[in-house]
Nanobody
Framework: EGAAAGVGGGLVQAGGSLRLSCAASASGYTFSRYSLAWFRQAPGKEREFVTAIGRSSSSTYYADSVKGRFTISRGNARNTMYLQMNSLKPEDTAVYYC?????WGQGTLVTVSS
């Protein structure tokens, strides 16, 4: 689709931090029109919801498994969204996908070593 591209994944030790970014990559696709979300898919598992943020940033939602460790934010002026991940655990290992409306990012791999 090309409307969102996520970057920032990599290998990190347990307890470490990573920051994922996602930007609209198609001209005319405006993040401010949508609620934004991050999902993840671990090897051999189904894609699962991680976190979401409303259009005004006043509402955020987190899966219980990441609450208190992950923070979602958006930069409407820059047409971007972010996921700050702290206190990472091996079970956070997955491909992370950003979502904006009907558009999905291509996914970025996060690997947390124990």
């Amino acid at each position: 689709e090309g409307a969102a591209a996520g970057v920032g994944g990599g290998l990190v030790q347990a307890g470490g931090s990573l920051r994922l970014s996602c930007a609209a990559s198609a001209s005319g696709y405006t993040f401010s029109r949508y609620s934004l979300a991050w999902f993840r898919q671990a090897p051999g598992k189904e894609r699962e919801f991680v976190t979401a943020i409303g259009r005004s940033s006043s509402s955020t939602y987190y899966a219980d498994s990441v609450k208190g460790r992950f923070t979602i934010s958006r930069g409407n002026a820059r047409n971007t969204m972010y996921l700050q991940m702290n206190s990472l655990k091996p079970e956070d290992t997955a491909v992370y996908y950003c979502n904006a409306g009907s558009s999905w990012g291509q996914g970025t791999l996060v690997t947390v070593s124990s």
